[in-house]
């Protein structure tokens, strides 16, 4: 069993930044594909950045966080990050990682004037 636990998320305004930090009770080596999806009132849960740590570490994003968002993870901290910067009212979402099977509850993220 692996809690999950996402933090960071607020209200900000446009043109804003936030980090958000995804902390693991366990070692997050032992999951080297991870990533962050959100989900928005209304829609569908939608994927916005996986981060896989193999042989070399790869970054994969939506096109609509391209340039803006940067995932990233600490495995001496078990923690993935999501910095996100120039934030738009329409990246307002609930945002949540994984690890493996496991969830977390998710953060909310508010964008608006």
């Known amino acids: 069993q692996v809690q999950v636990v996402e933090s960071g998320g607020g209200l900000v305004q446009p043109g804003g930044s936030l980090r958000l930090s995804c902390a693991a009770s366990?070692?997050?080596?032992?999951?080297?594909?991870t990533g962050w999806y959100r989900q928005a009132p209304g829609k569908q849960r939608e994927a916005v950045a996986f981060?896989?740590?193999?042989?070399?570490?790869?970054?994969t994003y939506a096109d609509s966080v391209k340039g803006r968002f940067t995932i990233s993870r600490d495995n001496a901290k078990n923690t993935v990050y999501l910095q996100m910067n120039s934030l738009k009212p329409e990246d307002t979402a609930v945002y949540y990682c994984?690890?493996?099977?496991?969830w977390g509850q998710g953060t909310q993220v508010t964008v608006s004037s």
């Open positions: 994984y690890f493996g099977s496991y």
């Open positions: 366990r070692s997050i080596s032992l999951f080297p594909s």
């Open positions: 981060i896989n740590s193999g042989a070399t570490t790869t970054t």
